[in-house]
């Protein structure tokens, strides 16, 4: 993994983006901690092309979008043009809708993703999906992440695993990224740890996860952007994410 391939989640900020003059002056603080990329989402009314203008002022590439979920199900035209527009290839489906909890339900929301996936991508968008922890619900020998995956096709829908839901789940954020090997170009990094028998989430090196291992699957799996993300954090969320960035870039970056 190098440097440039490190990007910051806004949804970690999103109390700090709610206007453009919010995105403006948040964008300067997200550079200034070093990162060149950022993972658009969660923020407050903004025109397109006012928000290009001020990612290319500060030298910031849209490297991927979360949209709203129904949107990409129904209107993957919308999408398209937005993306086009921020000069991103890539999105996500950033939870599921209504919470699936059957094996129906998780497969015909694999139809819906490989249906949109195809549009997306016959238009120069990649789709890929977020998974939290409700998609690890078994269902016999699967998971309903299982069934996402195995529903779709894999030039349709690409993965976007959250290593800090993955364990949260149960399952090896590690080993994961081995099932996606191809098919993994995003990957969401916050970590996982415990104070007082809870589990919380944590600033990148200070909780338990193997970041090690985890980075060396991700790029055997040619993972391309990797993304940090807290939806909560302990501390002010610029800190918390220059922890995080500072932690990937000393002990993880080649």
């Known amino acids: 993994m190098q440097k440039e391939q490190i990007a910051a989640q806004l949804f970690t900020i999103r109390d700090f983006t709610k206007t453009p003059e919010d995105i403006a002056e948040s964008m300067k603080k997200i550079k200034a901690i070093g990162f060149d990329a950022v993972q658009v989402s ?6 397109i092309d006012e928000l290009k203008k001020i990612l290319d002022g500060e030298g ?3 490297c991927a979008t979360h949209e709203k979920a129904n949107e990409i199900i129904n209107a993957p035209e919308m ?4 993306l086009k527009a921020l000069d991103c290839e890539y999105t996500a489906y950033p939870h599921p809708t209504g919470g699936p909890c059957t094996e129906e339900a998780f497969t015909e929301l694999a139809h819906n993703l490989n249906r949109s996936g195809e549009y997306m991508k016959k238009h120069g968008i990649t789709l890929t999906y977020h998974n939290h922890a409700i998609e690890l619900q078994r269902f016999g020998n699967r998971t309903g992440l299982d069934i996402i995956y195995s529903e779709s096709g894999k030039e ?5 695993i959250d290593t800090y839901w993955i364990q949260y789940g149960g399952q090896n954020p590690a080993e994961w990224c ?3 090997k191809n098919r993994l170009p995003l990957l969401h990094l916050k970590d996982y740890g415990m104070i007082k ?3 919380h989430m944590f600033e990148l090196g200070y909780g338990n996860l193997d970041w ?3 980075i060396e699957a991700a790029h055997l799996a040619k993972t391309e952007w990797y993304i940090i993300e807290q939806d909560t954090c302990r501390f002010d969320p610029f800190e918390s994410l220059k922890m995080s960035f500072n932690y990937l870039t000393e002990n993880i970056c080649e």
């Open 42 to 47: 969660a923020l407050g009314p903004i025109e």
């Open 60 to 62: 910031l590439k849209c």
């Open 79 to 82: 999408i398209v043009e937005k």
């Open 156 to 160: 349709n829908l690409q993965g976007e």
């Open 178 to 180: 081995r099932k996606m």
């Open 197 to 199: 028998s809870e589990v």
């Open 212 to 214: 090690t291992g985890i």
